[in-house]
Structure formats: structure tokens, C-alpha cells
């Protein structure tokens, strides 16, 4: 008997193995965990996008696959960068690739390289760190003498957000051997009681050069100032010490305490500024550089994408250690949003965020059901399938039953047509862009919308002119999705061209897309003598549409002030009061534009606006357009932005799909004075 079990057992283990063998996942058909290694890093940053160095090596057997860069954490799940490609044993392989700023967590700096064979299967996974080049974390520099004194700044490891991204605060202390090399990663640079003149010029330029290029720079002066604020070129801080208090005296600072902090909280922490050296400082105001805070004590202005915090105190007094983790936040983030490279925040993101759910509006325009099928069945059953069953029944003597039969047919054909031209609906590629591009051919963004095609992933392959792709806007939804390879957008390089899609999830509020690329100048948007009072009042000057394109649409906004007019064909000047006279003026509005004033006012997202005298849809595009013009707009000076949008532009998608194309072409004009807080 057991001899027996033993053969059957025997018996087992040899089918086993022979089906083992002929399985497709043999485990010796996998490489080594170690077959192939990878690096990356980053090139060069050009406004809002990376380029980055792809490296990857294989020390196993030839492959031929896919090798997936994806970048984890960036809020909108994750995204990868799919470049095809044949790898020999022992070869190494080097490329470029460019991806958005919303792709990058540049905060965290994760990414992944997935090895995927030609089927698609995962081979090797490889976790890489800090591929930004930045420290772990939010990083703040410290440049002190007096290092342990300013240690509170790390807001008591709390996280801080930086457009919607979360991370700690981390300190670097920083020193005159080390400076040069860590400033790329820094965030913030903090400089308190410190001689800058003592520091190598060429150290002195690197934070000038880095602050301009979208740097946030604190100075702390008190006592020091004079030392503190030595050493910097004129046109880049231009501050002069009036005067040091003396502690145990009433001060600039302690005059205006009630007003400082996080909703004026300084003083309610106790914070007493008359136990402080207090400096009175007085800033270049020309060309609107310098302003006193309304928060913080301090002067703060905007240096090109960067911007300074010169505070009248040193930051290493005993008294600000009693500041809550908040207030310590908010001290950095006033200077984080005064910079140039953050302009977008406050009114701007919701322009933005106004943009996102206009494209989705387009969508709901653009989608109702096609009943042509369904009337052709409805003349087919009336002309064919009525008389057959009339027929039938009559010659099985049951033809009373007609009364009842035909109305169940006819639902049946009703339901059969709707639920097979949903099917064909939503399996079909669409996609509904918007290209706002400035007139002068400086850069071109396009944003799609991807049409609920199902549960299956789509590409579409992109116009020659675009060289980056990636998620769109999804404000609403920031989010971490530690599941890299279950990716949600795609971007492949092909060569001489990108495609970009997405892969559904549960549901598509993720479907926005971006594409960015090259621009050929169409001409410009120009004014003259504008001027305004409000709705309803002296709006006059004229515009001309310089370009070659026939505007549905041109919006002129500027000092809080927002008039949309009618059909200005190309070469067409329009007098603005005379046009408001007759009937062009299509919409109009004097209040702040946020996305309350914006989406509900403009489009009929709940209920419709009154008055309206326009095609939504276009509207929506229209909106687009301004959030993306109100993003990119100059950080001096006050300027009217001037956008035109135009139907039926050209395709952005070279593959077989459905597009619905909408153009935007913007413009700024410089009108003097004072800038407006909405403009």
C-alpha cells in the first residue's frame, strides 16, 4: 500500500514538473533581482518643467521591453514616462526625458524605473531618492553665527505645503565652505547674524542669482543689521539702516504689534518686541520693489521669481522662540507668495482651478446621445418588424396578443439602441482640448479632457510641435498613490514625437491632461487709451485683433474689471464703448474673479445666468484661456490681459479620435500705475 502511494505521489511530482515546465512564469525565466540598475537626475529646470537624465544598465541577458519612469507622490496619482527601447546584455543606455512641474514632487524627489518585458510584465523595480537634487523634505538653509538660536524654524516638525504638496520642514545648516553646494536645494535661505561681506563673491552672486531664479530669502537684522544686509549689490537689495532701537524702548516693530502674525497673534503669544534691538529700515521703493508687510515686522519685496523678507528684528531673539509652529509657518509662506514664481496663488489658483471644471463643462455640453440609431430602428420596426409580428401571431391564432407584444418589442428595441449607443459612446477616443498659447509664440499650453472611454487604457499620439505631457489640472484632488506600478497617466516617447494618455480608474476626475511645446507666432492683441470705472460705467479705449484668426470671443480685464466681446474678426478694431453700445458686450463683471464670479456667473453650472447671450461652451474655453493668461502674466508692473478664443482651431491629436479643438490667444498691455490685487 504504500509502495503505492509513493507511486502516485511520484506520479504527481513528475506532472507537476512537467507542467512547471511548460508554464510561460517559469521563475528561471525571470532575470536576477540585480539584472539591471538605474539612475536619475536632473539637467536643467526651464519655467515649469524638468528635464531629466535617464540612465539604465543591464548586466543580465538582451532586453527588449519598456523602461517606466514614474514619479510617486505628485497629488494627482502617479505618472509614467514609458520609452521603448533594446537593451544588450552589458549594455548601458542613456536619455533625456521632460516631464511638467505637476508631475514632479519635487519636495520628496521619489521615482521609480520599471524594467517591463515586451508583454508587459513586470520584471524589476527600482526605488530612487532625491532625484532633484534637493534635501529630504521642505529644506530651509540656515546661514548663522548663531545656528542653535534659529533651530524653532523647523515649525516643530510640523508639515508645511507648498502648492498642495506636504512635507516637513528641514533645517541645513549652512557655512561659508558648504554654501555654493547645497544653495540648489535649498527652498528657503535664512541669513541672521552673520557678516555676508566676509563671504567670497562668488558665493554672494550664487544668492543673488539663486533668488532671482524663484528663491525665498529671509534676513534677519536687530543689532546686525548693518552687517547682516553687507555685502549685497545694490540693484538686488537696496536697504538702508535708519536706526537701532535699544532694548527696553518703544520701536517700529512694537507700534505695529497687534497687526503682526497669523491673524495678529504675535502679540497674543506674548511676543514683546521693546525687549528687542529693533532696526528701522527703509527699502528702495522705485519700480515697487520693496513694501513694509502687513503681517510680519519686516520689509518684503519681489526680486524676478524670487522674492526677499528683510525682518527688523534678528531671528534668533529669545522672545521669537515663544511663536506657535503657525506662526513660524506663515513667516515663510509670506515670502514664499510674494516671489514672482508664485504669483498663481491666492486669486490666480482659482482662475485655475476655474479653468479645470470650464474644460469639464465643455464636456458636458458635447456629450448627449446621439438618437439617430435609435430613430432608424424606430422606422425599421414601424416598416418591418410590426407587420412581421402581426403576421406571425395571426397565423398562430393569437393575434390579440398584438396589443401586447408590439409595445414589449418596442421597449426592447428602445432599450437595446440605448445601451448599445452608450457602449459605442463611451469606447469611442475623444477629446475635447483647449490651446491657449500667447500671441507672441513664447510658449503654448494645451489642456485636454479625456472622454469616458471605458475601463480600458488610451493613448493618443500628440502634434509634432509638443515636447512635454503630463496631468492637467485636478486642484480638488491632491492626493498620494503609493502604488506605482497601477499608474494612472501615461506619457510615451516615440522618437521624434509623444503620446499621452490615462488609464481609467473608478471614476474620471482625473482625465485633465497638459501638453506643452513649441509656438509660431500668430500676431498680437494690442490697446489703446484703456481706461475703466466699473461695470456699467467708463469703460473706453480701443483693441485691435492683430492676428490672423476670427475671435468668437475677446476678453479685456484689467484693474478687477472683466468685459467680454462678440465676433472680432482678424485685423478688426473695436472701439470698446462703442461696441458695449451695440450689443457686443457679451458678459461683464467689476468684482474680484475668483471661481464663485467666474464659473457660476459665466456658465450655467447651476442654473442659468441671466442675460446670457453666448455659446457656453466657447465661454468655457474662453476661461481657460484667462486662467492660464492670469498665470503666466509678468510679476511687475500692471497689465491688462487681453484673450481671444477661437473655434474649431487646429488639432492638437495626430491619432484617429474625436477632437473638439479650442484656440486662446492672450496678450498683455503695460497701462501704467498702481497694479490692481486681481490683475
Not at 548 to 571: Q, T
Request: aromatic share 12%; net charge negative.
Amino acid at each position: 500500500m504504500r509502495k503505492r502511494i509513493a507511486a502516485m505521489a511520484l506520479l504527481l511530482l513528475c506532472a507537476f514538473c512537467l507542467l512547471a515546465g511548460g508554464s510561460k512564469n517559469v521563475a528561471c525565466a525571470q532575470p536576477s533581482e540585480d539584472a539591471f540598475s538605474g539612475d536619475i537626475r536632473m539637467l536643467k529646470q526651464d519655467e515649469d518643467r524638468y528635464v531629466m537624465q535617464v540612465t539604465v544598465e543591464n548586466k543580465g541577458e538582451d532586453f527588449s521591453g519598456t523602461v517606466q519612469t514614474i514619479f510617486s507622490g505628485t497629488g494627482v496619482g502617479n505618472t509614467a514616462c514609458n520609452v521603448e527601447m533594446t537593451l544588450p546584455a552589458q549594455g548601458k543606455k542613456q536619455y533625456t526625458i521632460t516631464i511638467t512641474e505637476r508631475t514632479a514632487d519635487t519636495i520628496r524627489g521619489l521615482c521609480t524605473l520599471n524594467f517591463l518585458d515586451e508583454d508587459g510584465n513586470l520584471l524589476q523595480t527600482i526605488s530612487l531618492k532625491n532625484v532633484f537634487g534637493k534635501t529630504a523634505g521642505i529644506s530651509v538653509g540656515i546661514l548663522s553665527d548663531h545656528y542653535s538660536g534659529l533651530t524653532y524654524l523647523d515649525a516643530g516638525g510640523m508639515d508645511f505645503s507648498i502648492q498642495q504638496l506636504y512635507a516637513p520642514l528641514t533645517l541645513v545648516e549652512l557655512n561659508r565652505d558648504n554654501l555654493k553646494s547645497l544653495l540648489d536645494g535649498l527652498y528657503f535661505l535664512v541669513i541672521d547674524e552673520f557678516n555676508v561681506s566676509s563671504l567670497e563673491e562668488d558665493s554672494i552672486q550664487a544668492i543673488q542669482e539663486w533668488v532671482k531664479s524663484g528663491g525665498w530669502l529671509l534676513v534677519g537684522t536687530g543689532e546686525y543689521a548693518e552687517q547682516t544686509l553687507s555685502g549685497f549689490d545694490k540693484d538686488f537689495l537696496n536697504v538702508e539702516v535708519l536706526s537701532v532701537s535699544q532694548p527696553g524702548t518703544e520701536n517700529i516693530a512694537s507700534e505695529n504689534a497687534e497687526r503682526y502674525g497669523y491673524y495678529g497673534s504675535y502679540l497674543g503669544q506674548d511676543v514683546d518686541f521693546t525687549r528687542m534691538a529693533v532696526a528701522e529700515l527703509y527699502g528702495d521703493k522705485k519700480n515697487g520693489m520693496f513694501y513694509e508687510s502687513p503681517e510680519n515686522p519686516a520689509l518684503c519685496g519681489t526680486v524676478e521669481e524670487g522674492a526677499v523678507s528683510i525682518f527688523y528684528v534678528s531671528l534668533g531673539e529669545d522672545e521669537l522662540q515663544k511663536l506657535t509652529t503657525y506662526e513660524v509657518q506663515y513667516m515663510l509662506e509670506e515670502t514664499m507668495y510674494r516671489s514672482g514664481s508664485y504669483r498663481t496663488y491666492g486669486g490666480y489658483s482659482e482662475m485655475d482651478y476655474a479653468g479645470q471644471k470650464a474644460l469639464a463643462f465643455i464636456d458636458h455640453q458635447n456629450t448627449g446621445m446621439d438618437f439617430t440609431l435609435l430613430e432608424v430602428l424606430i422606422g425599421v420596426y414601424v416598416i418591418l418588424a410590426g407587420p412581421v409580428l402581426y403576421l406571425i401571431l395571426r397565423k398562430c391564432k393569437k393575434s390579440e396578443w398584438y396589443w401586447i407584444g408590439a409595445p414589449v418589442l418596442g421597449l426592447g428595441f428602445i432599450a437595446g439602441v440605448f445601451f448599445l449607443g452608450q457602449g459605442a459612446g463611451v469606447n469611442e477616443t475623444r477629446v475635447y482640448s483647449v490651446t491657449a498659447q500667447q500671441t507672441d509664440g513664447s510658449r503654448k499650453d494645451t489642456y485636454f479632457l479625456a472622454y469616458h472611454s471605458g475601463l480600458d487604457p488610451w493613448e493618443v499620439l500628440l502634434d509634432e510641435s509638443y515636447d512635454v505631457a503630463g496631468p492637467g489640472w485636478t486642484w480638488y484632488n491632491r492626493r498620494y498613490n503609493t502604488n506605482l506600478v497601477d499608474y494612472s497617466f501615461i506619457v510615451s516617447d516615440h522618437g521624434d514625437r509623444l503620446s499621452m494618455g490615462i488609464k481609467p480608474q473608478e471614476n474620471f476626475e482625473n482625465g485633465f491632461l497638459h501638453a506643452g511645446g513649441n509656438a509660431v507666432s500668430r500676431g498680437n492683441i494690442s490697446v489703446s487709451g484703456l481706461s475703466g470705472s466699473g461695470v456699467g460705467g467708463n469703460f473706453s479705449g480701443t483693441v485691435t485683433n492683430e492676428t490672423d484668426l476670427d475671435m468668437a470671443y475677446l476678453a479685456v480685464w484689467f484693474n478687477s474689471y472683466l468685459r467680454v466681446f462678440s465676433d472680432v474678426k482678424a485685423g478688426e478694431t473695436i472701439d470698446l464703448m462703442q461696441a458695449a453700445k451695440d450689443g457686443r458686450c457679451v458678459y461683464e463683471n467689476s468684482q474680484e474673479l475668483f471661481e464663485d464670479n467666474v464659473l457660476y456667473r459665466m456658465l450655467s453650472l447651476y442654473g442659468t445666468p441671466s442675460n446670457v447671450r453666448y455659446e457656453e461652451d466657447t465661454m468655457a474655453a474662453l476661461i481657460i484661456g484667462l486662467g492660464l493668461a492670469a498665470e503666466h502674466q509678468p510679476p511687475l508692473g500692471n497689465y491688462a490681459v487681453l484673450t481671444g478664443v477661437v473655434k474649431d482651431y487646429d488639432r492638437a491629436v495626430s491619432d484617429k479620435c474625436s477632437e473638439m479643438a479650442y484656440g486662446c490667444f492672450y496678450s498683455y498691455a503695460d497701462i501704467g500705475g498702481e497694479p490692481n490685487a486681481a490683475n
